[in-house]
């Protein structure tokens, strides 16, 4: 009898599924090279035998990520992916365009930006200075350890041209929802702008949206981006009454009403330790003036606590997604 594999979990309860994979194709360009489809989406779904919630969950990554953020942990734990497939969720994993399984060329879509270094990273996710209140990124926070590393390994680039990565993102997201119909989008950091714009862009079709420490507060400006244009978003979002400049939304949030948001439920969560909840609060506001149903949820109000930024891969991933799922449950009731 040999020893179980050291990246197999016992631990989890073990499950059914159905899977499969499709993509989202992009337009059709031509380059010198002939003609190519432009900024495509993968999409990798997991369901139960048996699917027993209403409506599908979408699953959008953050910053340079891609969609194995959800499928796994960096200590080779499963994800939150396959917890929501336990609650009996059909679920949509996906890879932004020019990310992971995404194939990205500069013919397509332009160049990269500079590649996220390690010091970024280590910022963003493993702050060696919160080690105290950052307790559940219980592991090695150098470059060298083997979560790091694990982490770091999956981590791919921005496109330059930042709001039209953005913009692609809301348009193919938008596409997959006329091809599964109305869903739960569930997006983590710099993937928000992708849930906000895919709402704008089909309003009938989403049902809420979880942004899971999102990008912000509104009107953040970012080094080497400048300010959030739209708020929200880089990309332009449509308004009603309709602007003719964003500075017209920034003078008057509450004066206009943002499609797709509008009276759309949204859970905004935020981690104890994590640098970036302080942002949260104020994008709540911003989503309330625009016409969102939305909510702050600091996960330390129902008793989890010590985690930071990447709270959907930290040592108590299974417990961050139950007040996700507590969330979504109440959601169904009061709908």
Known sequence: MTDTPPHLDDR?????????????????????????????????????????????????????????????????????????????????????????RSPHHPDGLGPMAPPLPLEF???????????????????????????????????????????????????????????????????????????????????????AIVAIEPMGPPYADFPGLGEITYGLTYAELTTEPAIDSPDRLKADPAGHRIPGLTGIPVAVVTASASGSAAQSPPLVDFLCAVGANAELLPLADVGVVGNGHGLILEANSAETVKPVIAWLDGLVKTR
């Open 12 to 100: 989890v309860e073990p499950i059914t599924l159905r899977t499969g994979f499709f993509w989202i194709p992009g337009e059709r360009i031509a380059t010198p090279h002939g003609t190519l489809p432009r900024g495509p989406l993968y999409v990798e779904w997991l369901a139960p035998v048996e699917i027993t919630r209403s409506h599908p969950l979408v699953l959008v990554h953050g910053g340079g990520g891609q969609g194995t953020d959800w499928l796994g942990t960096p200590d080779g734990r499963q994800g939150w992916a396959y917890d929501l497939v336990r609650a009996g969720y059909a679920v949509y994993v996906v890879d932004r365009p020019g990310h992971g």
């Open 121 to 207: 990273a280590s910022f963003l996710f493993a702050p060696p200075e919160a080690a105290e209140s950052h307790t559940q990124w219980p592991w090695d926070r150098t470059f060298d350890g083997p979560e790091f590393q694990q982490l770091t390994s999956a981590m791919g680039f921005f496109l330059a041209d930042f709001a039209e990565g953005q913009r692609l993102d809301g348009e193919r997201i938008a596409a997959l929802l006329d091809r599964i119909g109305p869903a739960v989008l569930i997006t983590h950091s710099a993937g928000s702008p992708g849930g906000w714009l895919a709402a704008n862009r089909r309003p009938d079709l989403v049902e």
